[in-house]
Nanobody, 126 residues
Framework: QRQLLESGGGSVQAGGSLRLSCAAS????????MGWFRQAPGREPEGIAS???????LYRESVKGRFTISKDSAKNILYLQMNSLKEEDTAMYYC????????????????????WGQGTQVTVSS
């Protein structure tokens, strides 16, 4: 059964860094569009970063220059390096594999026709 398992979340002070990891099983991240989206309480999910099969990346404007998405296809792990964290980055972060019917864009990462992991909480305090 295909599965995505996130880890690396936690509590940090503003300005700090975290690296999220997503281990995939029964699913090849190297041959699929992958990404991260987040959801804060009471808010809609928002796609924040995607990486395509050719390693091209896209980012939400609010995280550009601070977050970096990458993958290790040999290990089948997706990463999200988050630097200069802000309080507004506080959310549950999900590793996502959007449906292949979509082009690889952050907008489609939380569409229910794809799938995602259970999430990892990131809390940034001042």
């Amino acid at each position: 059964q295909r599965q995505l398992l996130e880890s690396g979340g936690g509590s940090v002070q503003a300005g700090g860094s975290l690296r999220l990891s997503c281990a995939a099983s029964e699913y090849s991240i190297g041959t699929s569009c992958m990404g991260w989206f987040r959801q804060a309480p009471g808010r809609e999910p928002e796609g924040i970063a995607s990486i395509d099969t050719d390693d091209s990346t896209l980012y939400r404007e609010s995280v550009k220059g601070r977050f970096t998405i990458s993958k290790d296809s040999a290990k089948n792990i997706l990463y999200l390096q988050m630097n200069s964290l802000k309080e507004e980055d506080t959310a549950m972060y999900y590793c996502a594999a959007p449906s292949p019917i979509f082009v690889c864009r952050i907008h489609f990462l939380s569409d229910p026709r794809g799938f995602w992991g259970q999430g990892t909480q990131v809390t940034v305090s001042s």
